[in-house]
């Protein structure tokens, strides 16, 4: 923690943001060129607001407004109505009560052009699980993310970057092609803004897959050779007329293996490994699939084709599927000990688990939360394995239970839609399964857990030109929008801050959530004066909540205002931290007159989500005129709780919402000009 706060501190120093502006447009920046067309728009505070208006155009003089919305938290995101190839205009105004104050001036953007030609078919919108789906595509080397309709909202522009997962930190995985280069396929961890977060050294061949590990490393799969024999089987004279032996004995030819590698994230040196040619026998390889007749072309053999990696944090082990050997390990972490071999037998008898369940060629991993794993069977041998008349890809759960291995749900893929490579599963918050596949120029399948289709994206990529590689449903394009809202700001005789009385007092920030994502912040304050110490508050905060958080100081009495700054550090993306710097007075600030503020604070209720009480606690500085209200999410208003003179204090009331329908409420209080709001979800 200590680092990393010196690390952002270090970062805020050399960008010098220790200012006091307010009111200012931030993203995007102006001029910006962007290539999503989901945009989040954020300003600065603007003192004694109540909220905020946003105005969005294609018209400098904003006299045909596109959008015109009203705002109570600092970020919006705009996910409708901004399109491709176009430019944009946007300000931003606060609003004091019922009154809207000045336009800020305006920023300009432009959006790129679209790089896939994607469709949908829409079967049944409303059991579709929620969110927009990323995919990657390799041979022409670019990565975009659609929407349930179908519409590209997001893409990689000229970074020439393949998809190949997404953490759950909200960056996405996967490599660039470095054109020319022995190893040209690098891989990194990047942003939907484009920033490179981490890239690994390309030392070696990286390929199929990179990933984050929970320490903070990265580890992925890299190529690695030794000499082998040449089997026989049907190829023996192929290689025989090549002036091989190919007697099965003689060690004379390049087999291409796998390994495994784990960079430090600072240092990028390779801390751990795990090497196939260690562990895994080389009498036991594929013979059925062509390899071989592939190695004559290219006069080397693919023997394992590692396609796919990952973690478990529980058990501390990772997973890893050899395609070619139509296997699946578990592999202890650090030790290295395999612990399980799951698929097709082969002449070691190292494969102990799953030899009938007939997978052949698979690719990507998942392990659920019931312990099972979800892979791709592209089914190249399904044929052979399976009895099928001809190669058969589909989607498999496979439940391991001790020595014993069964399929408990799967989905075959029909005919056309056959992948005999890349591809991927992914079973979905609400159970429903989301198949990729090369097969039909490249598409998703949402199927439910009856087999029904769901919902069906088309990449309309065609083969050697384009092939889908992986695609996953994820929540949104921006996994961190917060706002960080100093209460109580005020405006007096050109002074801005809060008014913090002498003795014991206390600041609150109010911080929201305005995306998708759940986001975990450390929220550290400091001032000059050191009314507050060293105090650092962790949150954790889901999506569309809010969380108030205080901060108690012993304050001494001043004659100027008191620099007080709020670094507020994101898990994950401290990159994205924000400091917010505002003055403390120890005299009263008010544009109405110079006595104490009006002030009040509303708690985040509790229990949330509750069924069917909540108790809301609020906090008057002094007497005031209270008006608290219960809002549907349709801005009906369902109920008032209180609209009457309060006395200043702590105040405690229950809200029982027997009698009201299920679904998402916002808590209103207005004081004065002021108002805070809170939302609940009531459960039935």
């Avoid at 409708?80 to 300000?91: A, G, K, N, Q, V």
């Avoid at 109580?488 to 995306?515: A, C, H, Q, R, W």
């Amino acid at each position: 923690m200590h680092s990393q706060f010196d690390q952002v501190m270090k970062y805020f120093l050399i960008i010098t943001l220790l200012s006091f502006s307010y009111g200012q447009l931030i993203t995007p920046n102006d001029n910006a060129h962007l290539n999503h067309v989901h945009i989040l728009f954020e300003w600065e505070q603007v003192p004694e607001a109540s909220g905020y208006e946003l105005q969005i155009s294609q018209d400098p003089e904003f006299s045909n407004d596109l959008i015109q919305v009203s705002n109570n938290s600092l970020v919006y995101i705009e996910r409708e109505l901004i399109d491709w190839e176009s430019t944009y205009f946007w300000r931003v105004r606060p609003v004091h009560g019922q009154d809207p104050g000045p336009w800020s001036g305006a920023y300009s953007f432009t959006t790129g052009q679209t790089l896939s030609s994607s469709s949908v078919n829409v079967i049944d919108e409303s059991e579709y699980s929620p969110g927009v789906t990323v995919f990657g595509a390799f041979f022409n080397y670019f990565s975009a993310v659609i929407d349930g309709n179908g519409r590209e909202i997001w893409n990689s522009g000229d970074d020439d970057f393949v998809y190949y997962s997404a953490h759950h930190n909200g960056n996405i995985l996967g490599c660039h092609l470095l054109s020319g280069a022995e190893n040209n396929l690098p891989g990194s961890e990047v942003a939907f803004d484009g920033e490179t977060i981490w890239s690994e050294p390309n030392d070696d061949f990286l390929h199929h897959d990179i990933i984050r590990l929970p320490n903070g490393n990265y580890l992925g799969i890299v190529e690695t050779s030794s000499l082998g024999v040449i089997p026989v089987g049907g190829w023996t004279s192929l290689f025989q007329g090549l002036g091989f032996q190919a007697d099965g004995v003689t060690v004379e030819f390049p087999w291409i293996g796998d390994r495994l590698v784990e960079w430090d994230k600072d240092t990028k040196e390779v801390v751990w490994s795990w090497n196939v040619f260690d562990h895994f026998d080389m009498s036991d390889h594929d013979q059925l699939g062509g390899t071989w007749t592939e190695a004559y072309i290219s006069l080397h053999y693919d023997w394992t084709h590692v396609n796919a990696v990952i973690f478990d944090e529980e058990e501390s082990c990772l997973y890893v599927s050899a395609r070619h050997l139509s296997r699946i390990t578990k592999i202890d972490y650090p030790s290295g000990d395999i612990i399980w071999n799951l698929g097709h037998d082969m002449p070691s008898g190292d494969v102990s688990l799953g030899t009938e369940l007939g997978f052949s060629f698979q690719h990507s991993l998942q392990k659920l939360e019931n312990g099972n794993l979800m892979t791709f069977d592209n089914g190249n041998l399904a044929p052979e394995f399976r009895g099928t008349e001809d190669p058969a890809s589909r989607a498999i759960e496979i439940a391991i239970n001790g020595t014993e291995a069964s399929i408990v749900w799967s989905y075959d893929l029909s005919p056309d839609l056959f992948g005999f490579a890349s591809g991927n599963t992914q079973k979905l918050e609400n159970g429903n399964v989301l198949l990729t596949t090369v097969g039909g120029g490249g598409r998703s399948l949402e199927v439910d857990t009856v087999g029904e289709i769901i919902w069906e994206g088309l990449y309309n990529l065609s083969l050697p030109d384009g092939a889908v590689y992986r695609a996953n449903r994820i929540p949104g394009i921006f996994p961190l929008a917060y706002s960080v809202i100093v209460e109580d700001l005020n405006e007096y005789n050109g002074n801005v801050g809060v008014y913090l009385p002498t003795g014991s007092s206390t600041i609150f920030y109010d911080i929201v959530n305005d995306g998708l994502y759940p986001i975990t912040l450390s929220c550290h304050i400091n001032d000059d004066e050191g009314w507050f110490g060293s105090q650092t508050i962790q949150l954790n905060i889901e999506p569309g909540m809010n969380e108030t958080i205080s901060f108690q100081g012993s304050v001494s009495s001043i004659e100027q205002g008191n620099p007080i700054h709020l670094t507020v550090i994101p898990d994950h993306h401290a990159n994205r931290s924000k400091m917010i710097s505002t003055n403390g007075f120890t005299s009263p600030l008010s544009s109405i007159d110079n006595l104490q503020p009006v002030s009040f604070h509303l708690d985040r209720p509790y229990p949330n989500p509750f069924n069917p009480s909540t108790k809301i606690e609020f906090h008057l500085k002094n007497n005031q005129d209270v008006l608290l209200e219960i809002y549907g999410i349709n801005g009906q208003r369902v109920e008032t709780l209180i609209e009457r003179r309060t006395f200043a204090g702590k105040h405690i009331i229950n809200w029982n919402a027997n009698n009201i329908a299920a679904g998402i409420y916002f808590i209103k209080m207005r004081v004065s000009d002021r108002v805070k709001t809170q939302k609940v979800i009531l459960l039935k």
